[in-house]
């Protein structure tokens, strides 16, 4: 070899080098970025254990019959009066019984959901004990709604501010046949409002509503639980909470499951679908679905709408967050660190499906809100959310894109009936109008108030989330956090959007 040409191929082999080296560092900061943008924002649980310290415990020991469709629960609730005025009784809610009869039952004449037509569900109370300082006694309880969704329990002494009693149960929930957020089908089980909670308390009464077909049931407030659940050793799980121990023998299995200040347990339990997990920073993610790839592709989705939401929000402060594709009738339904999606979507409709549902962690697990008289807090905050998503993931055309095409539409389609945006439950006729509604003009006032605020929206959902995190907000402190952290009274304009009927 020549000295020129030795020369020149040390030239080749610089400038290869030199390429190579400025390519992977490049690589090296792309990747830096990505990660930067993509983690979730957590706090160490610091938020979470300081709310938890002043809620109620309920601990759950279930066994699933695979076979029965059903599941024998034995359950203790630990509950302190923390409120002013005190009770002659306790009240529980009995969601399950909302499926005994088809005129009650929230799914009945659903197809999408019972395609095999009507099946019962209910919760077969077995035996209540108080325990009240010091005495045990049998609750003379009874159900004071027509649905037995209210369970009274009257108490021998009352229950004073402060003090704490117990509450044992033994019960059976029985399954509907139905591919519904409770139901079974195939052999997996969503257990969904599926143990006793205590019924909300507001202005010195028990809420009594009923399970509506439209919208969701009525949540209470946040508390700590401690599940433990028997199945047949081949089934899987996933509740919103941490599973810290699993112990096998012959042919069960039992989960322990922890979930700190959450609003409800959600629980899947099933031999049909596969579980993957993947840990993000301080979170682990799991998913539930019939295949790896597609619990894959919904990890993606959580992961990143997870980090989107929290980098605009606040923290997400649970340590388990799961997302679970099932057989359901209906696009999703939210519970604290679970949510369930109809495996049947594909593409965009899963990944949207599983964004929306994301988002309710903290429209709906965080901060509380009453679903049945303001549905619209939960659902359109969560359709807003959306758009940040999409915007994070794909960019601010792609969020203006899906602006246009998923909310916009809802402000020029005619909605007959009595019903607004800013309606309750029960006025709304047909899901279409409620989704037109609730999820689209009422997200539309969302984008308005973000215009009108110059891009602060989010800064003062941030604010308003803080405010209420664990707690349960009503419609005016949403435009007193606006106000608080913009300046901006956003009253006039939601008085518009949510309160007048559009005639097109
Ligand atoms: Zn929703």
């Keep these: 070899m020549s000295e020129h040409v030795k020369k020149n191929l040390w030239r080749v082999l610089l400038a290869v080098g030199t390429a190579a080296v400025v390519l992977l560092l490049g ?49 203790q609730l630990t509950l302190t009066l923390r409120t002013e005025e005190p009770r002659q009784e306790l009240a529980l809610r009995t969601w399950p019984n909302a499926f005994l009869k088809p005129d009650t039952s929230p799914i009945a004449g659903n197809g999408d959901c019972c395609p095999d037509g009507f099946s019962a569900g209910s919760l077969v109370m077995a035996q209540a004990q108080v325990e009240q300082n010091g005495q045990t006694t049998d609750a003379l309880y009874r159900y004071t709604d027509e649905e037995k969704t209210l ?103 039992t989960y322990t499951i922890e979930a700190q200040a959450v609003r409800d347990l959600g629980l899947v339990i099933s031999r049909d679908l596969k ?4 840990q993000s920073g301080d979170i682990l993610l799991e998913a539930l679905a019939a295949d790896q790839a597609t619990a894959r592709r919904m990890l993606d989705t959580a ?89 994070d993931r794909y960019g601010d055309r ?18 007959a009936g009595q019903a607004t945006p800013g309606a309750p439950l029960d006025y709304f006729e047909t899901a279409t109008d409620y989704a037109v509604l609730v999820y689209g003009r009422a997200a539309a006032l969302l984008c308005a108030a973000d215009e009108l605020l110059g891009g602060r929206m989010n800064d003062a959902l941030k604010h308003y989330a803080q405010q209420h995190a664990f707690g349960i907000a009503d419609r005016e ?28």
């Design 477 to 504: 402190d949403l435009p007193r956090a606006v106000l608080e952290s913009t300046g901006e009274d956003i009253e006039p304009l939601m008085v518009d959007y949510l309160d007048t009927y559009l005639l097109n």
């Design 275 to 278: 579980k993957v997990t993947r």
């Design 303 to 391: 992961e990143a709408s997870l980090a989107a939401y929290s980098e605009r929000f606040g923290v997400y402060p649970w340590p388990v967050y799961s997302v679970c594709g099932l057989p359901l009738g209906v696009s999703g339904a939210e519970y604290t660190a679970l949510s369930m999606v109809a495996a049947d979507q594909e593409g965009e409709r899963l990944e949207y499906a599983v964004a929306h549902e994301t988002a309710h962690q903290w429209w709906y697990g965080l901060v509380g809100s009453d679903c049945a008289t303001h549905p619209w807090m939960d659902e359109a905050l969560c359709e807003y959310s959306l758009l940040c998503y999409v915007q």
């Design 27 to 75: 690589i090296w900061a792309v990747s830096l970025i990505r990660q930067e943008r993509q983690a979730i924002q957590t706090d160490g649980g610091k938020q979470l254990a300081a709310a938890a310290q002043r809620m109620d415990t309920i601990a759950i020991e279930a066994v699933l019959d695979p076979d029965g469709k059903a599941m024998q629960v034995s359950q």
């Design 151 to 253: 369970l009274s329990i009257p108490l021998a002494e009352s229950w004073q501010p402060g003090e704490t009693l117990q509450v044992n149960l033994r019960y059976t929930v029985n399954f509907p046949h139905a591919m519904y957020r409770f139901g079974w089908w195939g052999d997996t089980f969503m257990a969904g409002h599926a143990f006793a909670v205590p019924a909300l308390w507001q202005d010195g009464a028990y809420r009594a509503d009923s399970w509506l077909p439209i919208g969701d049931p009525l949540s209470g407030e946040c508390a700590n639980y401690t599940l433990r659940l028997t199945a047949p050793k081949d089934y899987v799980c996933a509740a919103g909470g941490s599973i810290t121990g699993v112990a096998r023998t012959g042919d069960s299995v």
């Design 398 to 415: 792609a969020r203006e894109e899906l602006r246009q095409t998923r909310i916009e539409p809802a402000m020029r389609i005619t909605v």
